[in-house]
């Protein structure tokens, strides 16, 4: 501005003076458009979908960017890192369920090659399957049974955590307490538990460091298993600069065990935490870089409709209620996203229990708004995340997909194939997803809601079309490599049922 | 009454498409005057440029049009359509870009746009610019993206747009007083659009006509003294002078009052005569439409054949968003020739001696002629059916 006024004042008194500032003006400006353009590049992955690279560029560029950019670039970093904490939710859910299968079917052969360790990695998979009591018939097999120390010490660990979640703490501290091992991954694996334990009386920053700094100082790379814990360790508190560094240097697509059972089988195994965790810290990062973008008055609104979306990730209903309110007293809030943070409202009711005004609320809206996909696929999305009935919903978007144009009403396909597969009615979730997606470009996550294609997968998985859910993991590795625990597990279930490796390839 | 309506449709914005009018307009077919066989015509020698230069990249998907330089010709700017939305481009005289006025208040910045994907963007139709005299200033037309057109007002480099007027009807067509301290411009908030002077310093309004008929495209003289406009209905508009803003009625006086229709009219740069377009010609077809030149003062008569003597150019494509483009020394007038065989090209007419020359620029459907103080002359044509700005200089 400055710069202008000065060209403004000497423009007609001396006008080449003017010419110059005037150009000045514009140079300075360019400076301005460099940060323009990294925030705009970001939004440009953003809505490509490509959330780790569009996070990772900008955050190269922030320390470059001036003051005022700083509060936009937080803002982008915040809705990237949102965006990638939501779909490795997905992930992690549908890893599960493929993982548990798959090393239920390992566990369950019989004769001389048989696998020992797909009883651990059952063991640590049930933990994370929301019934982890389910988990300490296979990890106590597994420690009954004959294996390397490192990985006995994984499954005391993952029986401490048994008895965690069923409220024996001191029971769980004294399994930690048992362990007693040097090896780095074990130490991680034990950081990992105290950090989700809150044990106030351990470090597990401090040991995920220790752990990391002599990994560096022998030139290794972090091993998944340090990877994963010490994610997790620093995402509870809250170093996320600790956590990128190793994200950084981390091989994501690694194994966490490799088995050779018998002459000619080699068995690779994944801990479907790893997702978990991966989830924890982008959500964690996400809060970060929008409370950051938050204090800007410019940025306040938007940032808060964000950050609800991130309460309602994190299970803060509270906070996530809060936010909405306050995006929604914005009176320059888009209608579009109006809607949906008074859908987000709705999801935050119904979690607070009040389950009859989420629904109340939510029919209302449909009533009003008859013709919207955006707003149906919203609800629908709401009632498919709850795994919960809204025929209302549900009803009106079946009839307006059948009457709407295709294009515009794709997000509605979409938004009852996700609503069918959270009622787990896999065949006609696969019908309306189908519609839904990009046809010309299926698989690729450009053209398409990676977290929808991860919806898709998972309602082929279910109605046995293997092949279908591997081509889309496929495409997704090739953007997220930890895709790999689940195409790896799919494709040991598909060899299994058909005899044969598949035609599909893992890279 | 047709033209009445595109007049106010074109120029108060309330063709969201206006780009699209420009197109469709090509598509018209053009009434074929009266003249002599081809064989009996000596066509004149064309005027060579010194250059013909278009301003910026030749590009499709946009429209480029109404190009203008401010009073001291320092600075230049002309507006762009984009789909439906119409921003205007300021840069130096040098074409270097100074700035864009786009106002767009109830996007919050931009912001609620650009971090929430899929909103569909308002669309803000920005139009009319007019300088202070001092060129630090200027003021618009906008709808700021929520469709009630007011003007408002920018500073030179600046991007703060504060609000001048405000009222449900439409405010548009302002010219900043050459006196620095008034602007004229046309409000539908009265009859079918009267004319008011704003206080700039004061904000404070005076209303200049009393509804009736249709006031419009107000203009102050030079001398900031007096103001020209046309007003009237239907197809029969006339021009008027008032001599005195202090006295609008009473110092009110008819330059025309024959039954043609007269629009548009512009000042000489000396102040002493006025270009208009009316659809009076020799051939008596209301499709034809002429450049007439007549003394500001009033002594030329305003009617009849005493009026018909002062057509300084025949057969011509009337541009509402102009006007008829006076050169610098008043004594000559560029437009656009309605030749379709020649793609509309633009000519040059000497007013003393009627002599009339085509401007060889090689540009095709040319539209919008507006005279730099400098003697460049700025157009806008098609390339590829895209309007672009071009600007070209004469050799003499």
Known sequence: MRSAECGVRNKLRVTKTGLLCVMLLLCAAGSGHAADDAVQKAMKAYEKHRYEEGARDLRQTLSSLPQNKQSAAQLALGMLYLKNAELHQGLFHSSVVVNADYLNRLARERGSSRSKYSDLYLGLTLLESGKPENAAAPLEKFLAGTAEKKHKAFAAIGLGMVEHHAGNKQKAQDAWNAVQSSDQDVKTELAFAWSRAVAADKNAPALCDEVLAAGRKSGAAPSIIAVKNCLGVYAAAGLMDKGMDLLQRGDLKSHAYRESAGRSKVISFYDVQLLASLAKFYLAAATASLEHAAADAQLRSIANYYLSEASVLEGSADQAAKAATAFLASPQAPPQYKNRAMVRQGLVQYQKGKKADAIGLWDELTRNQPNDPELLADVLFACGRLSIECPRPAQTAASAVERGEGKRFAVANIGLGRYYVGRKDYARALTYLETGRDKGNKNKIEFNDPLMLVDLAEAYYRTKKYSEALEIYFEMSKQFPQVRQLQEALQGIYSMEHKSAGDVKIN | ?396
């Open chain 2, 1 to 396: 009454m047709l033209r009445a309506t595109v007049l106010m449709v074109m120029t108060l914005g309330l063709a969201a498409g206006s780009a699209s009018l420009l197109n469709a307009e090509e598509t018209v077919t053009a009434p074929t005057p009266s003249v002599p066989a081809v064989e009996d015509v000596k066509k004149p020698e064309p005027l060579l440029p010194l250059f013909v230069k278009n301003i910026a990249e030749i590009e499709t998907g946009r429209n480029d049009g109404n190009p203008s330089w401010s009073r001291s010709g320092f600075l230049f700017t002309f507006e762009r359509n984009i789909g439906d939305k119409r921003e205007i481009r300021v840069l130096l005289n040098d074409l270097s870009p100074v700035q864009t006025v786009y106002y767009l208040p109830s996007s919050g910045g931009g912001e609620m746009k650009f971090f929430f994907p899929g909103v569909v963007e308002d669309i803000s139709f920005n139009t009319g610019i007019t300088w202070s005299p001092d060129e630090y200033r200027f003021a618009f037309m906008s709808n700021g993206g929520a469709g009630n057109y007011d003007l408002y007002l920018g500073d030179l480099g600046g991007q703060a747009v504060n609000r001048l007027t405000q009222h449900k009807e439409k405010d548009g067509q302002a010219d900043w007083s050459p006196r620095g301290d008034r602007i004229v411009f046309v409000s539908g908030r009265t009859g079918k659009g009267d004319l008011y002077l704003l206080d700039v310093a004061t904000r404070v309004l005076t209303r200049l006509t009393q509804g009736g008929k249709e006031f419009l495209y107000p203009q102050w003289s030079p001398d900031g003294k007096r103001i020209v406009f046309m007003a009237g209905s239907s197809e029969d508009h006339n021009i008027y002078v008032i001599d005195d803003p202090a006295r609008p009625a009473e110092s009110r006086r008819a330059i025309t009052t024959w039954s043609h229709d007269d629009i548009r009219p512009v000042w000489s740069p000396d102040g002493k005569k006025i270009a208009f377009y009316s659809n009076y010609n020799p051939a008596g077809d209301p499709r034809i439409w002429s450049i007439m030149v007549v003394n500001a003062d009033g002594t030329d008569p305003a009617e009849g054949d005493g009026l018909a003597e002062r057509v300084a150019a025949l057969d011509v494509i009337s541009d509402v968003e102009r006007g008829p483009a006076w050169m610098v020394d008043s004594s000559r007038i560029v437009y656009v020739k309605n030749d379709r065989l020649e793609y509309n090209p633009i000519h040059v007419v000497n007013l003393a001696d009627k002599s009339d020359r085509p401007l060889h620029t090689e540009t095709k459907m040319n539209h919008d002629i507006a005279c730099g103080p400098d003697g460049s002359i700025a157009f806008r044509a098609q390339v590829n059916q895209w309007d672009q700005i071009f600007v070209a200089k004469m050799k003499e």
